[in-house]
């Protein structure tokens, strides 16, 4: 199993920024790809950014432009860099990665609260 630690979070005002960061211990397992999922109160989770080994970054349409994940394979760590922050990026973030062994896993982190206020 892929033991995964979350890092960052926490409560900003508007327009400010924070850095979340995972790092994945996979064992036997080979990381696929590693990303962050939110769920804002009252929602359903969905998806903030995620990123290939080989670095190619994928992002919501609402985050584009403010946030930047990025990857470093040899520590197995994600981090997202989250800049102008919204009331709207309120939410619980996941970490999420990918692991392969005998079969596809889906790895959770436990999650970080994220409040941005005015």
């Known amino acids: 199993q892929v033991q995964l630690v979350e890092s960052g979070g926490g409560l900003v005002q508007v327009g400010g920024s924070l850095r979340l960061s995972c790092t994945a211990s996979?064992?036997?397992?080979?990381?696929?790809?590693m990303g962050w999922y939110r769920q804002p109160p009252g929602n359903e989770r969905e998806l903030v950014a995620s990123i290939y080994s080989g670095g190619t970054p994928n992002y919501a349409d609402y985050v584009k432009g403010r946030f930047t994940i990025s990857r470093d394979n040899a520590k197995d760590t994600i981090h997202l860099q989250m800049n102008s922050l919204e009331v709207g990026d309120t939410a619980v973030y996941y970490c999420?990665?990918?692991?392969?062994?005998?079969?596809?896993?889906?790895?959770w982190g436990q999650g970080t609260q994220v409040i941005v206020s005015h």
């Open positions: 999420y990665v990918q692991s392969f062994w005998l079969m596809q896993h889906d790895n």
């Open positions: 996979g064992g036997v397992h080979r990381i696929g790809v």
